[in-house]
């Protein structure tokens, strides 16, 4: 059985060829047209000199060319790869050269910067600009309307075919260095992301690639809702992208934001409009603010076909979930603990009368915790280690098999992958995260892990968003120092803050320093600690 994600997508296409796949504003694109589409995309792309395995960059911000990008690729036996679409000229020209891009697929407001960096890759055959309104097609560029608008009812497959082996990357941002390419086989990532297998309607793992398109002909034919899930994150994060993929398996809908900007007004309006049935979000910059707005706005939305709004790589806090829930009492809120390189580690599910803590989660099947030299950790012993995972994992980062070594580990004989994502294991074997180890701030010989002092600073009243760094000290190595969002009306302290803190955590785990700035996240929803300290540093320097 070759489990690639063209085949399976394909399966649905033929078994319902006019149920919607992707909708973005009032834009409806059935499975035929998705399929059409791809193959048109897929051709032009093998015409350009692509060859199997070749690297496709998908610099687009979220839109159904996003997914029909990755269909292409899969299609034609290439390797596709996401692109924050932030980075500046040579951040941008180190991930394309890194990955050995010999196509990309680019939005047409990104033709400047392109521009720029084209001539430092010679590998790239092919630049194929999406047309957007204000900004055409530059005459280096092949025009993507074009392209897709020739696509007929012949099915693309390359000489080469497609394998089970071919790869997805997921570049993981790059806060702590430069970004790595996480290489996954097509088949690991199916069977890390659960086969097919729908907890919430009970379906377990598909067994052939044919059975997909079985799913979702007797879905469509039981006359039930289509499932409409909205990615809010960026398609180019992990959480967004994955998780779309298996709504598509599934024979749903994917259904795109038309702004560049996120607005929960927005996006609730759009909720009720669609019907939709699940939210993708990254934590706390998505979820803050859709219960600000939520709160702001009582009884303005009911939005009765929400079920489930999904995040991972973000903490999550309790009260934001708590007060979700007030609000949408019919919708589970799902938070997993994961990365791009680790998918399965932990998860948590809060639904109405009962939200899980923050930082709280039950390990998946495959999941352990180790200590560093790779003994288990026991539950209940307090004993600090590593969260790995096993079973279906990525083969590496791409060309850097020094990160490689260090991440993927073998414990007990077994292959895991491990991110650096530390946690205490309870004595009911859940287990409590502290944060990842990059991150962790030594103050005076005691270990400081942002994320724990972060989310007990979202605990006082009126804060929005924290960010905790360690700051330079000449007595204790580092200092605790806290970025604080506050929506109140009377500005607290230091001394407020750290008092708050001391009532929750250790007392050296409380922040020594203080600015009060709004806490800036990137479109996945994740800190960039190196420019945050930066920050803290120039803030603290201008007060002194």
């Not at 260095?177 to 309607?201: C, H, I, S, T, Y």
């Not at 809120?333 to 009368?353: I, K, N, Q, V």
């Not at 803590?357 to 790779?374: H, R, S, W």
């Amino acid at each position: 059985m070759v489990w690639n994600y063209a085949n399976l997508w394909e399966s649905v296409a033929d078994a319902t060829p006019d149920r919607p796949a992707l909708i973005h504003g009032e834009r409806r694109l059935s499975w035929c047209d998705f399929d059409r589409r791809a193959n048109a995309l897929a051709k032009a792309m093998v015409d350009a000199g692509l060859t199997q395995q070749s690297k496709v960059a998908a610099y687009l911000y979220n839109g159904p060319e996003y997914l029909e990008s990755y269909y292409a690729a899969f299609k034609a036996g290439l390797a596709p790869f996401n692109t924050n679409y932030r980075y500046g000229g040579d951040e941008l020209t180190y991930l394309f050269d890194n990955a050995d891009a010999e196509a990309v697929v680019f939005h047409a407001s990104f033709a400047e910067m392109a521009d720029k960096v084209r001539g430092r890759l010679p590998k790239v055959k092919i630049w194929i600009a999406v047309p957007e309104a204000g900004h055409p097609v530059p005459e280096w560029a092949a025009d993507y309307d074009a392209i897709v608008a020739g696509g007929g009812a012949d099915r693309f497959e390359a000489p080469w075919g497609r394998t089970a082996d071919d790869l997805l990357i997921m570049y993981t941002g790059g806060t702590t260095g430069m970004p790595k390419g996480v290489m996954w086989r097509q088949e690991d990532l199916f069977k890390a992301l659960g086969g097919g297998a729908n907890l919430l309607l009970g379906l377990p793992p598909l067994e052939t690639v044919a059975e997909a398109g079985q799913r979702a002909k007797a879905v469509d034919a039981s006359g039930a809702p289509l499932n409409i899930t909205i990615p809010v994150a960026p398609l180019m994060h992990a959480t967004g992208q994955f998780i779309s993929f298996g709504t598509l398996i599934g024979g749903g809908a994917v259904a795109t934001l038309t702004g560049r900007k996120f607005d929960p007004a927005v996006l609730f309006d759009e909720v009720e409009r669609l019907e939709a049935a699940g939210l993708i979000i990254v934590g706390p910059a998505f979820a803050a603010p859709m219960l600000e707005t939520l709160d702001a706005n009582p009884g303005r939305w009911t939005m009765p076909s929400l079920k489930r709004i999904a995040s991972s790589g973000a903490m999550w806090g309790l009260e934001n979930k708590q007060g979700l829930l007030k609000h949408l009492p019919n919708v589970m809120l799902m938070d997993s603990l994961g990365s791009s390189e680790a998918l399965g580690l932990a998860s948590s599910t809060s639904g109405a009368g009962q939200a899980t803590g923050t930082a709280k989660f039950v390990t998946g099947p495959n999941a352990a915790v180790f200590t560093e030299d790779g003994v288990r950790v026991e539950a209940g012993s307090g004993v600090r280690g590593l969260v790995a995972v096993g079973g279906h994992t990525p083969i590496g980062y791409y060309k850097d098999e020094e990160k490689s070594a260090k991440t993927f580990r073998t414990f007990e004989g077994r292959r895991w992958s491990v991110p650096g994502d530390w946690a205490t294991v309870e004595a009911d074997g859940s287990i409590t995260l502290l944060g990842r180890g990059s991150q962790v701030i030594n103050t005076g010989g005691e270990k400081v892990f942002p994320e724990e002092v972060e989310e007990a600073l979202k605990r006082f009243p009126g804060v929005r968003d924290a960010a905790v760094v360690g700051l330079p000290d000449p007595r204790f190595g580092e200092r605790i120092g806290a970025i604080v969002d506050f929506g109140g009306d009377n500005l607290p302290t230091l001394a407020d803050l750290s008092a708050h803190v001391k009532g929750l955590l250790a007392d050296y785990k409380a922040p020594r320093e203080l600015v009060l700035a709004p806490v800036a996240r990137a479109p996945n929803g994740k800190l960039d600690y190196k420019a945050l300290k930066a920050q803290a540093i120039a803030a603290l320097a201008a007060d002194a």
